[in-house]
Antibody, heavy 126, light 107 residues
Framework: QVQLQESGPGLVKPSETLSLTCTVSGGSISSYYWSWIRQPPGKGLEWIGYIYYSGSTNYNPSLKSRVTISVDTSKNQFSLELSSVTAADTAVYYC????????????????????WGQGTLVTVSS | SYELTQPPSVSVSPGQTASFTCSGDKLGDKYTSWYQQKPGQSPVLVIYQDSERPSGIPERFSGSNSGNTATLTISGTQATDEADYYCQAWDRTTSVVFGGGTKLAVL
């Protein structure tokens, strides 16, 4: 079955850019959406954004000005960049596959995340 | 922006039924998913599209959604069900939104 693995630096300095990569194994990255989600220590889940394998993106409005998600289909990977980080960006960062089904009220859709990677803790500190 | 509200905690005795609520404006017009997260682990999808169970999720997990409230129900709760449970929906203004999570204690 599909498995996801996050990788990247565990420590980032304030004002710098956080960069993470998610490697997809056991299946192709094509024909799916892929997402980043984070969880500050002891707190709840926060959606960051998702990308279609073709490159189209959708970001959390609260993070949109600082986030870039990209995809490399040749490597079966997608990546996250979060700029100008502060201590508030310290969190476990998860990657996940996204399922989207259109329906319900006009313009509505069902969105769910499955499976998830194991997560990687990124600490923002000097 | 759209918000989902969950109670911080729920407690239940082993073998009893645990219910988790998730509230949001006209949530019944949207589709809700639910995730289980055990300490130190990644979240696991337990319900999608309000009431569908992924393969491998026990039948004692069920979901419903109507009005302003979605509900996750665990029948015959087991000690291994102790975890945090998060609801999640999609809204045209906020895109993806998660509830704050509910901690289940099996006492």
């Amino acid at each position: 079955q599909v498995q996801l693995q996050e990788s990247g630096p565990g420590l980032v300095k304030p004002s710098e850019t956080l960069s993470l990569t998610c490697t997809v194994s056991g299946g192709s990255i094509s024909s799916y959406y892929w997402s980043w989600i984070r969880q500050p220590p002891g707190k709840g889940l926060e959606w960051i954004g998702y990308i279609y394998y073709s490159g189209s993106t959708n970001y959390n409005p609260s993070l949109k000005s600082r986030v870039t998600i990209s995809v490399d289909t040749s490597k079966n990977q997608f990546s996250l960049e979060l700029s100008s980080v502060t201590a508030a960006d310290t969190a476990v960062y998860y990657c996940a596959r996204v399922e989207i089904k259109f329906g319900g009220v006009p313009g509505g859709r069902a969105v769910w995340f499955d499976p998830w990677g194991q997560g990687t803790l990124v600490t923002v500190s000097s | 922006s759209y918000e989902l509200t969950q109670p911080p905690s729920v407690s239940v005795s082993p073998g009893q039924t645990a219910s988790f609520t998730c509230s949001g404006d006209k949530l019944g017009d949207k589709y809700t998913s639910w995730y289980q997260q055990k300490p130190g682990q990644s979240p696991v999808l337990v319900i999608y599209q309000d009431s569908e169970r992924p393969s491998g999720i026990p039948e004692r997990f069920s979901g419903s959604n109507s009005g302003n409230t979605a509900t996750l129900t665990i029948s015959g709760t087991q000690a291994t069900d102790e975890a945090d449970y998060y609801c999640q929906a999609w809204d045209r203004t906020t895109s993806v939104v998660f509830g704050g999570g509910t901690k289940l204690a099996v006492l």
